[in-house]
């Protein structure tokens, strides 16, 4: 269910909030879109203020098109909308900007919830990088996101597809893939106090389980569910137990 969604312009940002309550905030993945999280957003639209940053992967100059640039960039955004005590969620390279966040910004956050993060080791996509306008190719890698190929609607993959015709998003996504394996996280990680919820799917092949249990055991107060017949995107592809399993943590949360 592909929700219509007013994207909020702000200065050199641009983003979705609805809902009241206590932020939860979505960073998506380098094909990410506002889309992969919308059971997400009408689910907790209704308790939260939900707000997903557009991230800017292909507006940034070369130079800042990194996971530093794009944690740069939500902490800019952050500043200047105030929000504090936030839920921060990431999937994929989102989680791994939320980590640098974090990492910068304690005092912010709230909790942190990650599934199929990078930041500790990621079978990129840049291991064989697509001949430009290979439909094909992209179909296939856009299907091996998700257990069930057929979660890759040919409305996600021409979207992917898209993307990657054009030259400069594809240096881009290189920048962005590369900069992701340099950022190798693994020595902070044990600085995390916030209590955090990781979400894997058991058939991940992007970020494979053993990468969650060695999140889990370098984030001291976090707690690992896996969910089975599930790739790299739970949220998209099992959006019910993945929901299920973020209310009953932040019910806990906000009990305390």
Known sequence: MIMEYEIKK??????????EGETLMLFHGLFGALSNFS???EKFRTTHKVVVPLLPLFELDILHTSVSGLAKHVTQFIEHKGYSDIHLLGNSLGGHVALVYVLKNPEKVKSLILTGSSGLFENAMGDSYPKRGDYEYIKNKTAQTFYDPAIATPALVDEVFEITRNRIKVIKIISLAKSAIRNNLGEEL???QQP?????????IVTPP???EEFKKLIPNSELHFIDKCGHAPMMEVPETFNLILEKFLNTLSKK
Not at 10 to 19: A, N, P, R, S
Not at 196 to 204: A, P, R, S, Y
């Open 10 to 19: 702000d200065g050199k940002f641009d983003y979705l909030e609805v809902g």
């Open 39 to 41: 059971d997400l957003i």
């Open 190 to 192: 044990n600085q995390i």
């Open 196 to 204: 955090t919820l990781l979400i894997w799917g058991k058939n991940d």
């Open 210 to 212: 053993f990468v969650a």
